[in-house]
């Protein structure tokens, strides 16, 4: 059978998201975990697939993996890990890659500084529907830089602006680097007009720098199915983000 697991992590605590020889990664720590376990026996045999590969740095509250097992009770058995949450189960189809979701959602938490709501929220609106956004993401060789943001909120938390992004998918460090030009805008570095210029001018080359990763968090990945939860490690999730956020002040 093949199952979806839906977890939660501080991406501060590891060396990325990816396997890398002799680190700390999340995906190393949850292979290791499963394998230890006995629910799977190697990544490669048990076709595990992830949904988002977040940066070093950037934590998740509801990223998703799935993987083949003959084993039961599964989340059970994965409720006592502290540095990788799961705490949602849900049996798929066989051909079920995570990948394709209806919606991913993340937050990044934007110190407000001498940037106003309605300000932030002009600035905004310029990326949302779809763009090419070859100057606002790390374009690699075989994607198609054309994306669509379908919705950004914001809205105020103390001293932040809490700024969530919706879309199917995003662009390798597309979310770091619009929320940098906002900043420059913010620091009076650049204009309104120039991010417009920017985003209408792919072909033009402009760089407005890459925003650091701790604020950023995987809030959700979306499907067409909803999971079961471990109620007591869904709990965990809202402590974790506030333990990410105190971490920001």
Not at 177 to 197: G, H, L, P, V, Y
């Amino acid at each position: 059978m093949r199952i979806a697991i839906k977890f939660a992590y501080d991406g501060r605590k590891f060396h990325g998201y990816a396997r890398q020889p002799n680190l700390k990664t999340v995906e190393g720590e949850l292979i290791k975990q499963l394998i230890e376990q006995n629910i799977i026996e190697d990544a490669k045999k048990s076709c595990l697939r992830m949904a988002s590969r977040t940066d070093k740095g950037v934590s998740a509250l509801g990223n998703v993996a799935a993987f083949n097992t003959t084993q039961k009770n599964i989340l059970k058995k994965l409720t006592n890990n502290k540095e990788i949450i799961v705490y949602g189960i849900k049996n798929v189809q066989k051909d079920f890659y995570p990948r394709y979701a209806k919606w991913r959602i993340y937050s990044y938490y934007l110190n407000k500084n001498s940037l106003d709501l309605d300000e932030a929220i002009s600035i905004a609106e310029i990326f949302t529907g779809e763009h090419n956004f070859t100057n606002f993401a790390k374009i690699e060789p075989d994607k198609n830089p054309v994306r669509t943001i379908d919705n950004i909120t914001i809205k105020e938390k103390n001293s932040f602006f809490v700024i969530d992004f919706y879309a199917q998918t995003f662009l390798w460090h597309q979310i770091r680097r619009i929320i940098s030009a906002i900043k420059k805008i913010e620091k009076r570095k650049t204009t309104k007009q120039k991010i417009i210029d920017a985003l209408n001018s792919p072909n033009k080359k402009v760089d407005f720098g890459l925003a650091p990763p701790e604020p950023l968090i995987l809030k959700d990945v979306i499907y067409d199915f909803e999971f079961e939860y471990n109620k007591d490690n869904q709990k965990k999730i809202k402590d974790l983000e506030t333990e990410i956020y105190k971490s920001l002040i």
